[in-house]
């Protein structure tokens, strides 16, 4: 998860326990087979990037523009707060700032999936995998807000992937114990994610630290309170998974309705406040009003816009708050 730049690395060594002619081969063969959760997450990120790039013309491959990516449902932290922008918290998490970023997310998921899922079932790892992304994407907002008084637009899969590899830890620790393979694994995943992203952040990249370790903290405890050697029914498995996609469908309908009903849906702060000024330059205070308003959204979550909305007043008159 991060501000618009990769944010996960090449891997490091994963588990496997290899039956016999599986020796060299990346994961064994059949991997995804007792995973249909793990395999449609890996579909529709894929599917969404799709999307992307046929929608931005390709400019999306390497890196997705902003504008594009608050059209998309990114997490843009102000509007978040500002605006009750809560579904962007489920949606951002199949975003991806170009094909690399897209690839390093799908590599991990794709080896650290199917260990949970088949070690617990989908009807855990649907809701698991949807709760870490909200609980990373919002440890994000706050970190950006209120700690470091700033914004950031964030995207990304790995901050809900960093919550499966916390999952797998747990089970793993459970299982096997501290010593276990699977535990140990796991472990130098969380490990290499965190110091990677400390890291990249120090050199200056984006990083979204903020959203890996809330994912993370968010699969850890949800693990940790999984009854031992219990699966649900596959009756209760089809409801759990079933009410899952329809939260993210749900959550996609109501950016694209933003999208359709709001025009500052897609304006980041400097274009609301470009807006705002152009408005007034072209002496429509109907425009600037309505500039005034949502750039005032986003603006009191860090520090009052007094000067604009001054401008604003002193050449149209008062504008009243929302």
Same mark, same amino acid.
């Given at each position: ?20 002619? =599986? ?73 991806? =700032?170009?094909?690399?970023?897209? !690839? ?51 995207? !990304? ?46 050199? !200056? ?23 031992? !050697? ?93």
């Amino acid at each position: 998860m991060h501000s618009l730049v990769p944010d996960v690395a090449p891997s490091p060594p994963s588990p496997r326990s290899a039956p016999s002619g =599986d020796e060299g081969r990346f994961v064994p063969r059949g991997w995804l087979e007792q995973a249909p959760v793990t395999r449609a997450l890996l579909t529709m990120n894929v599917a969404v990037f799709v999307v992307q790039l046929v929608l931005t013309a390709g400019r999306s491959l390497m890196h997705l523009p902003t504008r594009e990516a608050l059209a998309f449902g990114a997490s843009y932290s102000l509007a978040t707060l500002g605006e009750q922008r809560w579904e962007t918290l489920v949606t951002a998490c199949f975003l991806h =700032d170009g094909v690399l970023h897209l !690839g390093f997310n799908m590599l991990v998921l794709w080896q650290a999936g199917p260990l949970v899922e088949r070690n617990v079932g989908s009807a855990r790892m649907a809701p698991m995998y949807i709760v870490a992304g909200i609980a990373g994407n919002l440890l994000s907002v706050i970190s950006t807000t209120w700690l470091q008084r700033t914004a950031q637009v964030t995207v !990304g899969a790995s901050g809900a992937i960093s919550g499966v590899l916390a999952a797998a830890f747990v089970v793993g620790w459970r299982v096997q114990g501290w010593k276990g393979p699977l535990t140990q694994a796991m472990l130098r995943w969380l490990v290499f994610v965190i110091v990677f992203g400390i890291l990249s952040r120090v050199t !200056g990249s984006n990083i979204d630290n903020a959203a890996h370790m809330g994912g993370a903290l968010a699969g850890g405890i949800i693990a940790a309170m999984w009854r031992r !050697g219990y699966r649900y029914p596959e009756s209760v498995t089809r409801v759990v998974v079933g009410a899952s996609g329809l939260v993210l469908a749900a959550c996609i309908g109501i950016v694209g309705l933003r999208d359709q009903t709001d025009p500052f849906a897609t304006m980041d702060l400097k274009d609301r406040d470009s807006f705002t000024t152009r408005a007034l330059m072209d002496g429509s205070c109907r425009k600037a009003h309505d500039g005034l308003l949502a750039v005032e959204r986003l603006r009191r979550m860090l520090a009052p816009v007094a000067r604009l909305r001054e401008r604003v007043e002193s050449e149209c008159g008062h504008v009243g708050d929302e």
